[in-house]
Structure formats: structure tokens, C-alpha cells
């Protein structure tokens, strides 16, 4: 089998899809204001900051394929998710809800989902240097997904919701 399909194949990625899953039943069993939830609140105050600067490092510090666990970067991003549903108006919620976070976070996930590929193998033959290509290929997704978004998303979502007429009334108004 193919090291590509082995590393993105969804059967390979069951891990971090139970941890999600599993932190989410975490949060939904918790009463709020009880022991469990003020002892998770304490251990998110310290472990929010650590986890934002544990996965900022892994970006640029771990190489793929050759992780350390793709398990053990999605703890290190289940506690920080963690401490933000535990933390709503904390620091780490601060800083990820500042506008130049916010906007971007808003407007264009989608189209960074579909140009990052992309725009990484592009670069992979022509940059060798890792932490290089990761912030070129940041710089650039960011430009395609911004780009995408105003001259493609935005005009298609602003004519779906200026309300289509039915296609039998445009019919009848043509035969008039």
C-alpha cells in the first residue's frame, strides 16, 4: 500500500477521530460548577498556553510523515480545544478570538481546506527547506482562500440568498 494512502486514508486516522469524539462526550457528561468541571478548569489555565506552544513547535519542528504519533499532536490539540470550551472568556479564547484570527477563521476555512494540498505539493520540489515551505504555503493558501472567497463564495452565497423564483413562475412571466 502506498505511504500517501496509509499517512491521509481515514482508517488511518481513527485515533484523532475518537479523541474528538471522546472529548466531546467528556463535556457533555460534566455538570457545570461541579468538582470535576473546577478541577478541569484549573488544569486548563496552565495546559491551554502549553498546548498552543507544544502544536505552534510542531509545526515547523516535526516531519512528515516521521511524527511523533499524529495521536500525540491531537491530545496536545484536544486539551487546548478543551480549555477553550472550559475557558470561553480565557486568555487562549482572547487571543484566538482577535479579529486577524477571527475574520480570516470566519471566511475562508473552506477554500484554505482545498488550496493547502495544493499549494504544498507545488512547493515541495521547488523549496527543500521545511519551515520554508510551511510559511510560503501558509502566506499563499491564506492569498487563494481570500481570493476564492471574494471573487467565488461571497457572489455565490449573496445570489442564494437573494431568493431564486420558482422556475414556474419565471416560466409564466417569459409567456406574458
Request: aromatic share 6%; glycine share 8%; charged share 10%.
Amino acid at each position: 500500500m502506498p505511504l500517501g494512502r496509509l499517512y491521509n486514508g481515514p482508517h488511518t486516522r481513527a485515533n484523532e477521530l475518537l479523541i474528538g469524539c471522546a472529548l466531546a462526550l467528556l463535556f457533555t457528561c460534566i455538570r457545570q460548577g461541579s468538582v470535576l468541571h473546577g478541577l478541569l478548569q484549573a488544569a486548563a489555565r496552565w495546559g491551554a498556553p502549553l498546548a498552543a506552544l507544544a502544536l505552534a513547535a510542531a509545526v515547523f519542528l516535526v516531519r512528515e510523515p516521521e511524527t511523533p504519533g499524529p495521536t500525540a499532536l491531537s491530545l496536545v490539540a484536544a486539551v487546548l480545544i478543551g480549555s477553550l470550551v472550559l475557558q470561553p472568556a480565557g486568555y487562549m479564547a482572547r487571543v484566538l478570538s482577535h479579529p486577524w484570527l477571527a475574520g480570516p477563521g470566519r471566511d475562508l476555512p473552506y477554500g484554505m481546506y482545498l488550496w493547502h494540498i495544493p499549494v504544498y505539493l507545488l512547493l515541495m520540489p521547488l523549496i527543500p527547506e521545511l519551515p520554508v515551505r510551511i510559511a510560503l504555503t501558509a502566506a499563499l493558501t491564506v492569498l487563494l482562500a481570500a481570493a476564492s472567497f471574494h471573487l467565488v463564495e461571497r457572489p455565490l452565497l449573496r445570489w442564494a440568498t437573494e431568493g431564486l423564483e420558482p422556475a414556474s413562475s419565471a416560466a409564466k412571466a417569459t409567456r406574458a
